[in-house]
């Protein structure tokens, strides 16, 4: 079975720097997807940024960019000039591309940003 | 534009005492429908999926269940709660393989 594994249960950043959340997950399958979701205090998951594994390029979208490790099995985000608006839960997602549509979830980072 | 609704947002309930949540997608047809729970420390956990009508796939094996009885309508039930099942309840949707999963606003269940 495939599993998603968030191993920092809460960072901190400085307003304007850069923050890494990491992610690793397990499976045998060769394609799928992963994804990066945000919760904010609202509780209203939205979608950060998604991968397709077969892409070798890593995925970005303005300030927030993965460095996806295929042969490791890592999928962290980088979030790039840290806005007050960025604290919030982190969750990374996996998603298989054939079989089953089930989406599997890590535990989540809470991420912090200090004024 | 495609919109999902899930309902009631917040609910108090005693143990023992039946359980319904209802979501509906507009916008679309014939999507795949989840039920997560979120509780502190356990990120996301699923719980029922749906690939079609009266198709429901259960992931973790308690008292709930899940029916899907219309095309864009699933409703996660229970017959008897327990303290265990407090959580945050999340409804959501999404079309194909590696599509965006789109979430509801959530039901916080408190049972007591």
């Known amino acids: 079975a495939q599993t998603v594994t968030q191993s920092q249960p809460e960072m901190s950043v400085q307003e304007a720097e850069t923050v890494t959340l990491s992610c690793t997950y397990d499976t045998s399958e060769s394609d799928y997807y992963l994804f990066w979701y945000k919760q904010p205090p609202s509780r209203q998951m939205i979608l950060v940024i998604r991968?397709?594994?077969?892409?070798?390029q890593n995925a970005t979208e303005n300030r927030f960019s993965v460095n996806f490790q295929k042969a490791a099995k890592s999928f962290s985000l980088k979030i790039s000039d840290s806005q007050l608006g960025d604290a919030a839960m982190y969750f990374c997602?996996?998603?298989?591309?054939?079989?089953?549509?089930?989406?599997?979830f890590g535990t989540g980072t809470r991420l912090k940003v200090l004024a | 534009s495609q919109t999902i609704h899930q309902w009631p947002a917040t609910l108090v309930q005693p143990v023992g005492s039946p359980l319904s949540l209802e979501c509906t997608v507009e916008?679309?047809?014939?999507?795949?429908l989840y039920w997560y729970r979120q509780a502190a420390g356990r990120g996301l956990q699923l719980l029922f999926y749906s690939v079609g009508i009266g198709q429901i796939s259960s992931e973790v094996p308690q008292n709930l269940s899940a029916s899907r009885p219309q095309d864009r309508q699933f409703i996660l039930s229970s017959k008897k709660l327990l303290l265990s099942d407090s959580g945050f309840y999340l409804c959501a949707w999404s079309k194909g393989h590696g599509g965006e999963l789109f979430f509801g606003e959530g039901s916080r269940l408190t049972v007591l």
């Open positions: 991968q397709e594994a077969y892409k070798q």
């Open positions: 916008g679309t047809s014939n999507p795949n």
């Open positions: 997602a996996y998603e298989g591309a054939s079989g089953t549509y089930k989406y599997i």
